[in-house]
């Protein structure tokens, strides 16, 4: 008896080891290796599931950091705390588990208050929710502390995915600071947003010693990046899509292309749902902003319609490479 105790202590000890690697892969090196050891260890826990790989069933994707991510979660840009606390509400009320914010934002206050009064009412438990928020540029110090006001106006003891908003003048202190905090627990995975080029990513893997585990990007149907998405599959990296609509004021050029109301009008779905479900099937994490309920209900409505092969390749086809925005 005491020798099994022995034996199931070792066992128990080294998967906490294996779990521990995850976190640390050398990028760029032995990334196969490395992403076959996180999908291997999540496998046991998680029912087969592989790293990069959507699940459209549970609804999640498996990070490099061995992390669950939803697929589809609400944005919060433009929304005040008020709305965003109010919409954070309706997403976890209407099934969604992941919550998109930033710094920048300044709205993580309204979005922690939102997480709390779904958590109060029995909704949700924190852990059954994923918060992204981003930090906005800055050196390693202060990089340090943003991450604890980050967690202080959430009102959480850990975010789930932390993303240097956008390439910035100290990108490897600002990523060293958020390696750190993923070390002492304060944040669970760590990514990049708004790097589109490849030589952009390789200087992140270049200097870093976790490998992202998510780049966060405008994509749309008018600019779809397959090329980084095809790249970064190697390091396990899935692209999560901003502006999935085109953004505010743009939103009705994207619902209105023919290809996106054929496909609607032929599932009988809203254009919304459509474009939502060919960034999920394409392997897109999405998040589309909304302040109104009815809409963020209906964003969450994607999973009992599918798209076809050849739909999905009809609305790759409308990509033109034109971005919105040039940050
Ligand atoms: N990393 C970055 O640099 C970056 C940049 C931009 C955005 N983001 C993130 O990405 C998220 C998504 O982008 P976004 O919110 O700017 O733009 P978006 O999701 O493309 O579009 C938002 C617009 O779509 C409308 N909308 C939402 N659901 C709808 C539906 N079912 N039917 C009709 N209209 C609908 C919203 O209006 P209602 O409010 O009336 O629903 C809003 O006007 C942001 O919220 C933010 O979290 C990140």
């Not at 965003?84 to 919550?99: D, F, H, P, W």
Request: charged share 25%; net charge negative.
């Amino acid at each position: 008896m005491k020798r099994l105790l022995i034996f199931v202590t070792v066992l128990i000890f080294l998967s906490g080891m294996t779990a521990c690697s995850i976190q640390n892969r050398e990028p760029g090196s032995d990334s196969e290796a490395n992403t076959d050891t996180a999908a291997d260890s999540a496998s046991a826990a998680e029912g087969g599931s592989k790293v990069g790989q959507f699940d459209l069933k549970k609804k999640t994707v498996l990070l490099n950091s061995g992390y669950e991510m939803p697929i589809i979660g609400l944005g919060t840009w433009t929304l005040n705390d008020e709305e965003a606390e109010n919409s954070v509400y309706s997403a976890l009320k209407t099934g969604m588990r992941l919550i998109d914010t930033a710094r920048y934002y300044g709205n993580e206050k309204g979005v922690g208050r939102g997480l709390q009064r779904a958590v109060d009412d029995g909704i949700v438990t924190r852990e059954e929710v994923f918060i992204t928020t981003k930090i906005y540029g800055g050196d390693h110090e202060r990089a340090k502390g943003i991450i604890n006001d980050a967690l202080k106006d959430l009102n959480v003891d850990y975010i789930d995915l932390l993303l240097i908003h956008q390439p910035g003048a100290d990108d490897e202190g600002v990523y060293k600071a958020m390696e750190e905090a993923v070390h002492d627990g304060r944040l669970r995975s760590i990514g990049i947003s708004n790097y589109y080029t490849r030589a952009q990513v390789d200087e992140v893997l270049s200097f870093a010693s976790i490998t992202p585990a998510v780049i966060q990007n405008e994509n749309h149907i008018f600019y779809q990046n397959k090329e980084l998405q095809e790249y970064v599959k190697q390091y396990g990296i899935v692209i999560e899509s901003w502006y999935p609509f085109g953004g505010r004021g743009h939103t009705a050029e994207n619902f209105n292309h023919d290809t996106i109301t054929k496909t609607a009008r032929d599932h009988n779905v809203t254009s919304a749902q459509a474009i939502l479900r060919w960034q999920i099937q394409d392997g897109y994490i999405v998040i589309p902003g909304s302040s109104n309920a009815e809409h963020i209900a209906e964003n969450y409505d994607i999973f009992d319609f599918e798209l076809s092969e050849e739909e999905i390749q009809q609305i790759r086809e409308i990509d033109i490479q034109r971005r919105y925005e040039n940050w």
